[in-house]
């Protein structure tokens, strides 16, 4: 975790720049990895990212996948998916 930042509000997250990791996106294996260092299913994986090819990518395996283009969207779908209120 990365104390005092935005990373510090998730319980995992995988930096795709980070040299130890071997996939990339929207290569499959990195929103596998993640499910699997969260042990959860895909279908249980919430991902979130400017790019709309690496959010197909987290849809391909079965992942909620949340196209960011603005804060106001990224937390109204958010919100949807997590059944409850955010602001």
């Known amino acids: 975790r990365i104390k005092g930042s935005r990373h510090d509000l998730l319980d995992?997250?995988?930096?795709?720049?980070?040299?130890a990791v071997k996939e990339v996106k929207p290569n499959p294996g990195i929103?596998?990895?993640?499910?699997?260092?969260?042990?959860?299913s895909p279908?249980?994986?919430?991902?979130?990212?400017?790019?709309?090819?690496?959010?197909?990518?987290?849809?391909?395996?079965g992942s909620f996948g949340i196209h960011h283009t603005s804060n106001q969207k990224t937390i109204h779908e958010l919100s949807d998916v997590l059944g409850v209120t955010l602001q």
């Open 31 to 40: 929103y596998l990895n993640a499910c699997k260092s969260l042990g959860i």
């Open 43 to 61: 279908e249980q994986l919430v991902f979130i990212d400017d790019s709309e090819r690496h959010v197909k990518g987290a849809q391909a395996v």
């Open 12 to 19: 995992v997250y995988v930096l795709s720049s980070d040299p």
